[in-house]
């Protein structure tokens, strides 16, 4: 017998789970579409096509991120990871329990984000930033995108120095300055620098405030994991 709603009509799960599929969307990678990328060390790419050696944007706001990868990365193949955390605080990370296989209760107490459990002297865990971004002007057609751009660890303490640069100097977060981002010359691999234009005006803060919501829900995307397969199968 078919089970029936609160109206006393049967239930269509079938359009009850297409209602869902928009937040579903939502809780999982925003995929390249907005996704700021680099050629080497050499340009940034924009979602649009465009692309350039420097870009001045403006930081919404951003997370720290861990991920943590099972298997030896495959250009033509990428696995999703087998563990991540996605959080404010790099201090107080855990693994999110959507990870297809959590390693630890916490990120800090994890054999795999110590230094030396990777290669070298790195970490097994994959540490990282992820920046929501929007030009200073909108763009041709009137619209003021949000892009995520994605600090590698090699990267991080440059992001983090600058962020504090401001907090120190400015006494603001990084949504209060226009931001010059560029390679670090001679890098053959994605190495940005950061470093500060000028700060906005008012006039210029009130035109991307409202953009900070949409910023936080784009950074804190869980990613898609659903065609992750354990070791061995």
């Known amino acids: 017998m078919a089970e029936r709603g609160n109206n006393n009509l049967p239930i269509n799960y079938a359009d009850q789970l297409k209602g869902e599929a928009a937040d579903i969307a939502s809780r999982i990678s925003s995929g390249p579409r907005n996704k700021i990328t680099t050629t080497g060390g050499s340009a940034f790419v924009l979602p649009n096509g465009t692309s350039g050696p420097k870009l001045e944007l403006v930081v919404l706001d951003f997370v720290a991120e861990n991920n943590f990868f099972d298997r030896p990365f495959n250009r033509n193949n990428p696995f999703p990871p087998a563990c991540f955390a996605i959080g404010y605080n790099p201090r107080d990370m855990v693994p999110s329990e959507n990870s297809p296989d959590k390693q630890a ?106 953009l900070r919501e949409q910023a936080a829900e784009l950074i804190t995307r869980e990613p898609d994991v659903s065609k992750y397969v354990p070791l061995g199968k």
């Open 105 to 210: 209760s916490s990120c800090t107490n994890c054999a795999h984000n110590q230094w030396k459990s990777g290669a070298g002297a790195g970490k097994a865990c994959k540490n990282g930033r992820r920046l929501a971004v929007t030009p200073l002007k909108p763009m041709d057609d009137g619209t003021r995108p949000v892009w995520l751009l994605e600090i590698p660890p090699a990267s991080i303490k440059f992001f983090d120095a600058y962020v504090s640069k401001i907090a120190t100097a400015h006494k603001m977060s990084p949504i209060g300055m226009l931001t010059v981002i560029t390679h670090e010359p001679g890098s053959a691999f994605n190495a940005p620098r950061f470093d500060i234009a000028r700060p906005l005006t008012n006039e210029e803060l009130g035109e991307v405030f409202p």
